[in-house]
C-alpha cells in the first residue's frame, strides 16, 4: 500500500497540545496544571439527573437541533444572566461542547478565502477549524504582559476581504476579560465593514472581583451579527460532557446547523436533560465556582511569584501566565518539555498559540483548576526545582 498522508486541509497542524502535555503528565507523574478541567465535579444533582436520564430511556437519537427542555433551558439562561431574548426553536443549537460549536460555525459561514480577525494567542481549535474551511486568520495580538486589544491593530486587520471576527472573552490563554470599550470598538467596526462576529464565551461566569463579563450580543445593533457560543463544561465543572449551545440570529443558527448535521448529527441525549437542570435548578453553582477559583488564582500567583516566575492574576478562565525570559530557556516549549523532569509539574507553552514567534516565545500558561492541595504541591515542587536553563539541556 501506498504510504498514508494525512489530508492537505491538516497540513502544519499538530497535535493538539493539551492532549500533549496530559500525556506527558500521565507518562511521568507529574502535577497537571497544563490542560484546563477542573478536578472535582459538579452538582452530584445534575449527576442524578444524567443518571436517571440514562434509566428513564433517553438513549436515542435528540432532535438535532437539542432537545426542548434543553433548548428552553438556554433561552432562560440568557434572558436571566443579559435579558437577551432567543427563540428556541430558531435561535438555538445544542452542541458538542463548544470546540463542535466552532468547528460547525465556521465550516457552516466561512467561504474559501474569506478573512477572518481573531484575536492571538488563538484557543489552538480556532487555527486548525479556519485552515479546514479554507478561511484565512488575520491576528490581532494581545501581548504580555497587559494582554490588551490594540485597536488601531484591530482596524488595520480588517480588509475587503474580511467577512468574520472570531472572538474569545473571557480570553483563554490570557485570561483577559474585553471592557465594554474593547467590545464597542469591535462593535463599530463589525457595523461599519458589515462583519459577523462570532464570539466564543465559555467562561463567561467565570470572572474575578473588579470584573464583568460583557456578551458581545448586548451591543447595540449587534444582536442581529452575533453567534454565540458557550457551554456547560466551563461554568459546571462537566468538561468531558461535552455539551454546548450556540445563540443568535436563525441565519446564523442555521448555518451552524446546516454543518452540525454532518458533523455529529446530534449531541449526546442523556446529558441535555441534565443540563438544562444544572442551568434551571442551580443558577448560582457558575458563581460560587467562580468564586472558588479566585481564590485558587490568588494561591497560584503568589506562589509563583515567590518562586520567580510571576503569574499576572487573570481577570477570568481558569488560566494564569509567566514569562519565563529571565530562566534562560530557547522557548517555552523547550521549559514545558523540561518542566515535569526539572519539577514534576506540567504547564502549558503558550508560544503554540501566536502566530507571531516573538509575541509567545517566553510564556507558559498554568490551570488554577484543581484543589487547593494540588496547587500547593506543585508550587512546592516548583520551589524546590532548579528552573534555570543550562546543566545539559
Ligand atoms: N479548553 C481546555 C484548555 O484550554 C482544553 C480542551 C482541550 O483539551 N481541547 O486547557
Not at 436520564?53 to 436515542?60: C, K, P, R
Not at 434551571?280 to 465556582?289: M, V
Not at 499576572?312 to 494564569?320: K, L, Q
Not at 498554568?366 to 494540588?374: I, L, P, R
Amino acid at each position: 500500500m501506498a504510504p498514508v498522508r494525512t489530508a492537505a486541509r491538516l497540513d502544519g497542524i499538530p497535535p493538539t497540545i493539551f492532549s500533549t502535555m496530559s500525556a506527558l503528565a500521565v507518562r511521568t507523574g507529574a502535577v497537571n496544571l497544563g490542560q484546563g478541567f477542573p478536578d472535582v465535579d459538579g452538582p452530584p444533582e445534575v449527576i442524578a439527573a444524567a443518571v436517571a436520564a440514562l434509566e428513564s430511556g433517553a438513549n436515542q437519537y435528540a432532535p438535532g437541533i437539542g432537545i426542548p427542555a434543553l433548548r428552553n433551558a438556554i433561552v432562560r439562561h440568557q434572558r436571566r444572566h443579559y435579558g437577551i431574548e432567543l427563540d428556541p426553536d430558531t435561535e438555538v443549537v445544542v452542541t458538542t461542547g463548544c470546540t463542535e460549536g466552532i468547528a460547525a460555525a465556521l465550516l457552516g459561514l466561512v467561504n474559501p478565502g474569506d478573512e477572518v480577525v481573531v484575536l492571538e494567542p488563538y484557543y489552538d481549535s480556532y487555527v486548525a477549524m479556519l485552515q479546514m474551511a479554507g478561511g484565512v486568520r488575520r491576528p490581532v495580538t494581545l501581548r504580555a504582559p497587559d494582554f490588551r486589544m490594540d485597536l488601531d491593530e484591530l482596524r488595520a486587520a480588517v480588509t475587503d476581504r474580511t467577512r468574520f471576527v472570531l472572538l474569545n472573552t473571557p480570553h483563554n490563554p490570557t485570561g483577559t476579560v474585553l471592557t465594554r470599550e474593547e467590545l464597542a470598538a469591535v462593535a463599530e467596526v463589525a457595523v461599519e465593514r458589515d462583519l459577523v462576529v462570532i464570539t466564543d464565551e465559555v467562561y463567561e461566569h467565570l470572572t474575578f472581583t473588579g470584573y464583568e463579563h460583557v456578551p458581545m450580543a448586548t451591543l447595540p445593533g449587534m444582536a442581529e451579527r452575533t453567534l454565540t457560543l458557550s457551554s456547560a463544561g466551563k461554568s459546571y465543572s462537566f468538561t468531558g460532557w461535552k455539551v454546548g449551545w450556540a445563540t443568535g440570529p436563525a441565519e446564523l443558527v442555521g448555518a451552524l446547523l446546516s454543518a452540525k448535521q454532518w458533523l455529529t448529527f446530534t449531541s449526546g441525549s442523556p446529558l441535555q436533560p441534565a443540563v438544562a437542570a444544572a442551568l434551571d435548578e442551580h443558577p448560582d453553582f457558575p458563581a460560587a465556582l467562580a468564586a472558588e477559583l479566585e481564590g485558587k488564582r490568588d494561591l497560584l500567583c503568589a506562589g509563583l511569584e515567590k518562586v520567580g516566575l510571576q503569574g499576572r492574576p487573570p481577570a477570568g478562565t481558569y488560566f494564569a501566565t509567566s514569562d519565563i525570559t529571565h530562566l534562560g530557556w530557547p522557548d517555552a516549549m523547550a521549559f514545558c518539555l523540561a518542566l515535569p523532569e526539572r519539577a514534576g509539574v506540567v504547564a502549558i507553552p503558550t508560544q503554540p498559540f501566536y502566530d507571531d514567534p516573538d509575541a509567545g516565545r517566553q510564556l507558559i500558561r498554568w490551570a488554577f483548576c484543581k484543589q487547593t492541595s494540588v496547587i500547593e504541591e506543585a508550587l512546592s515542587r516548583l520551589a524546590g526545582a532548579d528552573l534555570a536553563y543550562g546543566d545539559g539541556q
